[in-house]
Structures are given as structure tokens and as C-alpha cells.
């Protein structure tokens, strides 16, 4: 019996679906069930006309604020040109191009005691020293910097790559440059290379186009400047060492006379550097959902680049930087756990309320 309810139900549905008129009332009526009147639907005439004055007033504000972050975006690249010099130094040092001195090394750490502390009860247990102490390893400026800090971020990390990491050995410095006063908003990476065996250039650069204006058509959305495009470069490998693609060999047999031939080529294989080959944004092309995720992701490392690795890189390559991010992603998630404790301590209030009082009306009892 329950079978032929499911049946007939299943056919009334397929003529409904089949029905264009029906399936039009249906919509309609879904729509009026759903549709929830907004505070304007409720208003006067003239208490509407007030508030349209309020929206041209607020349309008027997001082009103000535009504004306000173009001076911010000129403000920074004033102040990047006083920071400059301290990257240059900083550079200096990793690549091993200059000494600091006793001075500029000295940094007083919170654990500094603890660990003369520790260094003096070594030497004092050592009976007797040795005569021929081994030389101390003094490589050049700090090896590995940059690879190290790609390595410790996450972000990074899952874009290298094995056969990335030779090439980063050989990378000196970034820096961040910012459009001049009479050009688009956008920002640009400079990845400078020391000569060697991969590729033939000395600067590999991304440039990020930026846009901060309000939409017309909805202007109301517009939170500041935004990435909307970027712009890779060209990499002169040496031969045999791109490492964006890899050689495959694939066996083709001819269809008249049965030969079988190796044919050689190249696909394109997982790499860092293929952050200088972004996708080409189009506006006449809409991306499928798996090119608008990578391209987000693309505008997401190249804002973290500037905001945060190259300002704060000595932070990252000792670790001090992502503590301060995990400690802000802890709290964040300690937050919500605390909600969720509070939500769930709520349900078992009520529900100790609801079974240690008086007895429930008899339509809300179970049957």
C-alpha cells in the first residue's frame, strides 16, 4: 500500500516537472514563501525617499574612501623608500657581503642567562679539554634564508617542491616595489637570483594590478583596493633545467604499417616557479570554479609577500613570526570552542528545565 502512495507521488511529480505552467506556479508559490519583506518593503513612500538620500550619501562616502587609500598607497611607497636601505643591509648580510659588526649583533634574549648558565656547567664538567679542538664552521652570511622561511610557512611549503629547493639556495633577496604617483595602483615582486646553472636571469618579477574604486553597479560592496589581475615573467632556463616541466615518452604504433616509435615531450609538472606563469585573466573569459580558486590563492601569496614576508623576514626564518600566527589562529579558535560550550550548555539548561518541572502539556508530550 505504502508502495503504491510512493508511486503515485513519483508520477505526479514527473507531470509537474513536465507541466511548464505548473512548474511556473509552483516557482511562484516556492517564491512566495521564501521571499522575506525587507525594512524597506514596510516603509512610508516618503520615509523610502529619505532613505534613498541616505544611500546617494553613502555611494558618495565609498568614493571619498577611495581616495583615502590611494594617499595610503602613495604613503606607502614614501615610506618604502625609507626602508629600503635597511633591506639593503639585510641583504647584505645574508648573501655575506658585508660583516656586522660586534655591535649591530648584539640582541639581549629573555633566555640569554639561562643559556651562559648551561654553557658554563658544560665547561666546568669537562675534565679535561681538548688539545685539538675542532674548527669552528663559519659558512658564509646565513645559508639558506629564503628557502628556510619557504619551507616554514604553509602557504610556501605546499608550492615547493623538491626540485625547487637547489634553485631557492641561490635566492638573495625580495623586494617589494610600489606603482609611482602617475601609474595604475599595483604592486610588483622582485625575486633576485646570484648567477646560476638554471636560468639566465638575475631578477624574476610579479606584478599585482590593483583596483580601488567603487563598482558601479554596486558600489556599496567596495572595502578598499583590491587584486584584480597579475602579470608574471618569462624565465630563461638553461637547457635541460626547467623544472616546470617534466619529459614524458610515450610508444605510438602507425595504424598502416605496425611501427612502433618512442616519441618524446614535454608536460607541464608541480614547481614554485610556476608562480611567474599565472592565469591570464580575461574580461570577456569567465574562469571555471578551479581557476577562480587558484587565481584567489594566487592574489592571497602575493598580498602575504607584501604584507608580511618581506617586512618581517628574519621573524619567519626563526620562527618568532609564525608563533605570533598560530598564537592568533589559537585564540580565534578558542573563541568559537567557547561559544559552542556556552551553545551546548544552554541546550542541557533547558533541558534539565524541561525534565525537572511540572508536567507538560498534554500536546507536548511524545506519542
Known amino acids: ?56 550619501l553613502q555611494v558618495k562616502s565609498a568614493h571619498i574612501e577611495a581616495k583615502f587609500y590611494e594617499e595610503v598607497h602613495e604613503l606607502e611607497r614614501k615610506y618604502a623608500a625609507l626602508y629600503q636601505p635597511l633591506f639593503d643591509k639585510r641583504k647584505e648580510i645574508v648573501t655575506g657581503a658585508v660583516e656586522p659588526t660586534d655591535e649591530e649583533c648584539e640582541w639581549h634574549s629573555d633566555h640569554e642567562e639561562e643559556e651562559l648558565a648551561d654553557e ?24 639558506e634564508f629564503w628557502l628556510t622561511i619557504f619551507r616554514s610557512v604553509d602557504m610556501l611549503s605546499d608550492m615547493l617542491q623538491e626540485h625547487d629547493e637547489p634553485i631557492l639556495r641561490h635566492l638573495q633577496d625580495i623586494k617589494v616595489i610600489f606603482s609611482g604617483p602617475d601609474e595604475p595602483m599595483s604592486f610588483t615582486l622582485e625575486f633576485h637570483f646570484e648567477p646560476n646553472i638554471y636560468f639566465k636571469n638575475t631578477v624574476l618579477t610579479k606584478m599585482y594590478k590593483m583596483k580601488s574604486e567603487p563598482e558601479a553597479e554596486d558600489p556599496f560592496s567596495f572595502e578598499g583596493p583590491e587584486i584584480i589581475d597579475c602579470e608574471g615573467c618569462e624565465i630563461d632556463w638553461y637547457k635541460g633545467k626547467d623544472v616546470t ?92 570552542e567557547e561559544e559552542d560550550q556556552d551553545d551546548e550548555m544552554d541546550e542541557e539548561e533547558e533541558e534539565g528545565d524541561s525534565k525537572s518541572g511540572e508536567a507538560q502539556p498534554a500536546e507536548c508530550k511524545q506519542q
Not at 658554563?120 to 645559508?143: D, R, T, V, W
Not at 577562480?292 to 607584501?306: M, N, P, Q
Open 1 to 56: 500500500m505504502e508502495g503504491d502512495k510512493n508511486e503515485a507521488k513519483g508520477k505526479v511529480g514527473d507531470q509537474v516537472m513536465q507541466n511548464p505552467q505548473a512548474l511556473a506556479a509552483l516557482q511562484d508559490r516556492l517564491d512566495s514563501i521564501t521571499h522575506t519583506p525587507s525594512v524597506m518593503d514596510s516603509l512610508p513612500t516618503s520615509v523610502k525617499r529619505r532613505v534613498n538620500a541616505l544611500k546617494n
Open 120 to 143: 658554563l656547567q658544560k665547561k666546568a664538567s669537562i675534565e679535561e679539554p681538548k688539545e685539538e679542538a675542532a674548527a669552528e664552521e663559519n659558512p658564509k652570511g646565513i645559508p
Open 245 to 336: 616541466v617534466k619529459t614524458i615518452k610515450k610508444k605510438q604504433k602507425h595504424k598502416g604499417r605496425g611501427i612502433v616509435r618512442t616519441v618524446t615531450k614535454q608536460v607541464p609538472t608541480d614547481s614554485f616557479f610556476n608562480f611567474f606563469n599565472p592565469i591570464k585573466v580575461s574580461p570577456d573569459n569567465e574562469l571555471d570554479e578551479d581557476s577562480e580558486f587558484t587565481l584567489a590563492t594566487d592574489f592571497e601569496i602575493g598580498h602575504f609577500f607584501r604584507e608580511r614576508i618581506v617586512p618581517r623576514a628574519v621573524l619567519y626564518f626563526t620562527g618568532e613570526a609564525l608563533e605570533d600566527d598560530e598564537s592568533f589562529e589559537e585564540e580565534e579558535l578558542d573563541e568559537g
